[in-house]
């Protein structure tokens, strides 16, 4: 640098407390320290990264209550990152009592704006039912998304059959287009829920009433055994994979 040139500015805290998070070697406290002081000067990213770092454990002690009011006042405010973890304190019950399906909406609203481990964490939670209908179909379709988004996690097991592969294909073209994510996921869900009422009144139709009633009820079965082919609705799973700590922004 030449004498007269000016000296670069130094980093914005927020910059330097992500740089902190982002080292080789990572400085919690540090990274904490210069967080404290861009939220504290209403930076909303740095909220919600302090957030985090309380709901971790990292340069803070762990307070999942403190992590979860934080989180949601930057999320209110417009953070992707508050909405992510937000919407992991609600499936986990962190700070709080738990609410899946408002978790499930954080993560669709997240996905929507492309944060690939929000992609995730809504794939595993289509995935296993939870917040949600079941639908592995569409779960498979947001793998296959969040790892195009640069998401470093795998889902274990996953495979797609070739029968499945043109509707998992066909979705994840719907799934990518510009804001029709959540249409995408609301129809899907409406559908099966539709699909899980006839499967209902098959399973518990009266008995002995006729050839009429009988092929009714026949028909009945047959169309929901024909839409859970389309869903991937069969049987519920586990508790979804969590993304965890990893995205610091």
């Not at 997240?110 to 949600?132: E, K, M, Q, S, V």
Request: hydrophobic share 45%; proline share 6%; net charge positive.
């Amino acid at each position: 640098m030449r004498v007269d040139e000016p000296a670069p500015p130094d980093p914005a805290p927020l910059d330097r407390g992500l740089m902190h998070l982002r080292a080789a070697e990572p400085d919690h406290a540090q990274a904490v320290y210069w967080l404290r002081i861009a939220a504290e000067g209403g930076d909303t990213e740095a909220l919600a990264l302090l957030a985090w770092c309380q709901l971790e454990g990292l340069g803070l002690p762990r307070a999942p209550a403190l992590a979860r009011a934080g989180l949601e006042q930057a999320a209110a405010q417009g953070s992707l990152t508050a909405q992510f973890h937000l919407g992991r304190t609600l499936l986990g019950g962190w700070g709080g009592a738990p609410d899946p399906a408002r978790g499930f909406a954080l993560y669709a609203g997240a996905a929507l704006r492309g944060h690939a481990d929000a992609t995730f964490n809504l794939a595993a939670c289509l995935d296993a039912g939870w917040g949600c209908q079941l639908d592995r179909l569409a779960a498979k379709a947001l793998f296959l998304r969040a790892r195009a988004l640069g998401c470093r996690l795998r889902a274990p097991g996953l495979r797609i059959r070739q029968r499945e592969l043109p509707a998992v294909r066909e979705l994840a073209r719907r799934l990518a287009l510009e804001g029709a994510l959540p249409h995408v996921i609301e129809e899907r869900q409406r559908e099966i829920a539709l699909m899980q009422q006839l499967s209902q009144i098959t399973r518990h139709r009266p008995r002995g009433h006729g050839a009429r009633t009988g092929s009714s009820a026949a028909f009945l079965a047959r169309l929901a055994d024909a839409l859970a082919g389309l869903f991937g609705w069969r049987g519920r799973g586990g508790v979804p994979h969590d993304a965890g700590p990893t995205s610091i922004a």
